[in-house]
């Protein structure tokens, strides 16, 4: 287990066991108002596709008790815009920065993967294999690959891990399934992924039909319960997990149940200052 | 704290008084830093629910709509709450010592011209909020400012009084005629906005009347800067959940979040069609 003043993952030393998840810091600025993000353990980008995307219509974000159901359509400039203007910010933070990741095929991904590998930075690359809206008709999302075999999880992982230079892990982000989770996990670490980052949001709709992915409080038993099966079954890998942190008791709760390293998400979007004061909280309690 | 800060801040804060006028609660709320920090157009995003048993994740912004001293304890900001929804109940109802949790000033504030022109308000409802202080500071900077205030009715509208302080014109238009003339507020601006002479038109208010007043402006050769009201669930630019269509930098499509992007933008920037 991790201490509570760093944390490893992938081989990459993190200075706090608290990261950003993907899509829930914004560009990276709007957080470094409220406090510097050199103190957390990495910054996870928002998702980013190889051409821009505007996003979902209005309505992405809704209230759910304890929850957020997400349907943004991950609204994002395309990669190239990303690197020239966002991922320079980012770096000047002096935070690991890991890129997170959406792709349409295996030749998207390996175009995106081989133009990443040469951005400077780069921490590690986290490949979103089950985008929010998954495979469902009419989800803003419907383009881009989502992997509920582990097989195709694996293809992925692996066009992936093949195009970036030796020192640049994948980080292989997968859905709270737990009855499904150590199957996908234990493929995409066969196919070279360094981390399993457990996961994203819970398969869900939006009151008007919509489907999204439920992040928040409400998924942080099942997210803890997949972070279980998997170290439980795949005890040397490394897994971060996603769902529902939001106290200093949440994230011991998932350090416990084996995660190497805890993802803030949706208690950001409530409390700006959430990242940064459990990072604080979890390096003063190892002094 | 260096007067150029303009960063927003999380704080905690409480309720300082609350007073219901008609269909408006208007709120004094402590929150140490935002109030130093304000400049009018932007907002405050409060948490709603007490911590302990918080269900509600989606965070409620409101207008500043003044920043005045509290004796010995910094600056209060002033909101009007239109009870209407789960969260801005919860806010209107708040019993006076309610804890808030605070972020603020957010977004991008009403820009001011160079040079002392002539310059028209609109604003419908609660939505006037952020109108008074941007004519405060119109007025300090020489410009003649002209409002024009709507609502449904008196009960909805805010103080014509305070209008009539800090404009050297107010036109009042109210659904029912309960107070001024009767009709809608866009249909009175093409002749307020000729009278006004003005050369920059500010509007605040729902998406339909700002629409019209970047119409209006565009026809009379004015710029127009519309305050958009958009459910931001984060309100901090952080979830991608406000995003509205706006014109880019060469013409290009593109979308900016309404809560740090805007809630202000340029009249012309929005794609009305888009939105």
Redesign the interface.
């Known amino acids: 287990m991790s201490g509570g003043g760093e944390a490893q993952v992938a081989g990459l030393r993190l200075r706090s066991p608290v990261l950003v998840a993907a899509?829930?810091?914004?560009?990276g600025?709007?957080?470094a108002?409220?406090a510097p993000l050199a103190d957390l353990g990495a910054f996870t980008t928002?998702t980013v596709t190889s051409d821009?995307r505007?996003?979902a219509p209005?309505?992405?974000?809704?209230?759910s008790?304890?929850?957020?159901v997400?349907a943004?359509g991950l609204?994002n400039p395309g990669l190239d815009h990303f690197l020239a203007t966002e991922l320079p910010g980012l770096v000047a933070q002096d935070v690991r920065v890991v890129v997170s990741v959406a792709v349409t095929s295996a030749a998207d991904a390996a175009a995106l993967a081989r133009r990443l590998g040469r951005a400077p930075g780069v921490s590690a690359v986290e490949l979103a294999l089950a985008p929010p809206g998954g495979r469902a008709e009419d989800a803003a999302d419907e383009d881009l690959f989502a992997a509920l075999e582990p097989h195709e999880a694996a293809g992925m992982v692996g066009t992936v891990a093949r195009e970036l230079p030796r020192g640049l892990p994948v980080w292989a982000k997968v859905r709270n399934d737990p009855d499904r989770v150590v199957a996908v996990a234990r493929a995409c670490v066969d196919a070279g992924a360094g981390a399993v980052v457990v996961g994203d949001g819970l398969p869900a709709m939006l009151p008007d039909g919509r489907p999204g992915g439920l992040g928040?409080p409400a998924v942080r038993p099942v997210a803890l319960a997949c972070v279980r099966r998997v170290v439980d079954a795949l005890p040397h890998v490394d897994v971060v997990g996603v769902g529902g942190v939001a106290t200093p008791t949440d994230v011991r709760a998932f350090l416990a149940a084996g995660a190497r390293a805890v993802g803030v998400g949706?208690a950001?979007?409530?409390?700006?200052?959430t990242a940064a004061r459990l990072a604080a909280v979890l390096r003063e309690e190892t002094r | 704290m260096s007067s150029t800060d303009r960063r927003p801040v999380h704080v905690g804060g409480e309720v300082l008084a609350s007073r219901a006028s008609g269909g408006l609660v208007h709120l004094s709320v402590l929150a140490p830093g935002i109030g130093e920090r304000f400049r009018p157009g932007t907002a405050v995003a409060v948490s709603i629910g007490p911590p302990v048993s918080r269900s509600r994740l989606a965070r409620r912004s409101f207008w500043i709509h003044e920043v005045k001293p509290v004796g010995g304890r910094g600056l209060a900001l002033g909101l009007v709450v239109e009870p209407r929804g789960a969260g801005s109940r919860w806010l209107a109802e708040a019993p006076v010592g309610t804890p808030l949790e605070l972020t603020g000033p957010l977004g991008r504030p009403f820009a001011l011209p160079q040079e002392p022109v002539a310059c028209l308000l609109v604003a419908e409802e609660y939505a006037a909020a952020p109108i008074f202080p941007l004519a405060l500071r119109l007025r300090e900077r020489g410009c003649a400012v002209t409002l024009l205030l709507g609502a449904r009715d008196e009960a909805h509208l805010m103080s014509a009084l305070e209008a009539r302080r800090s404009a050297r014109a107010v036109t009042v238009v109210t659904g029912d005629g309960s107070v001024g003339r009767a009709g809608r507020t866009a249909d009175a601006l093409p002749e307020v906005l000729a009278s006004s002479g003005a050369e920059v038109v500010y509007a605040a208010g729902p998406t339909p009347l700002l629409h019209a007043v970047a119409a209006a402006a565009e026809d009379h050769g004015a710029w127009s800067q519309v305050a958009l009201e958009v459910p931001s669930p984060c309100a901090t630019g952080l979830c991608f959940g406000c995003q509205v269509p706006v014109v880019g930098e060469a013409g290009s499509p593109r979308s900016a979040r309404a809560c740090v992007d805007g809630p202000v933008l340029r009249g012309d920037r929005v794609r009305w069609a888009d939105l």
Do not use: N
């Open positions: 899509g829930c810091g914004g560009t600025r709007e957080l108002a409220y928002r821009p505007a996003g209005a309505g992405r974000v809704v209230e008790p304890s929850g957020l997400h943004t609204p928040g949706t950001l979007l409530h409390d700006p200052t």
